[in-house]
């Protein structure tokens, strides 16, 4: 009983530890403002389309702050290998974290065209 116990104790520890390596850096990724499927299938009049490029524009804000956090992430991952970490453990991380950020500022980049888009709609609208 007692082996048994210390196997699964032991297990239990490497699971754990693993899970807060790999959750290190994980996120949801890049997401639609909220009700804004409802809003563009309505849009119609200038507010309604300057309501949809400032959500737009909101989340843009919110993607890019998440891209540099993730640069920061990677870059601490990177700084951070102490003497009994492995050295190639954090660069997967840090990898991880760079394509988070990249994928982030891609988000907020869109976000920013589809806002841009929306302007233009209001601008032409009654």
Known sequence: MTKSF?????????????????????????????????????????????????QYERQAIVDAAAAKRHKGYAATYRRNTAPRSSAQAHETLARHCDRLSQTYEQAAEENIALAKLHWQLAAEAK
């Open 6 to 54: 210390r196997s699964f104790g032991s297990g239990a520890l490497l699971a754990l530890a693993g899970g807060v390596i790999v959750a290190g850096c994980a996120t949801q990724l890049p997401q639609a403002p909220a009700g804004i499927e409802q809003k563009i299938e309505t849009a119609s009049s200038r507010s309604d389309h300057e309501d949809v490029a400032l």
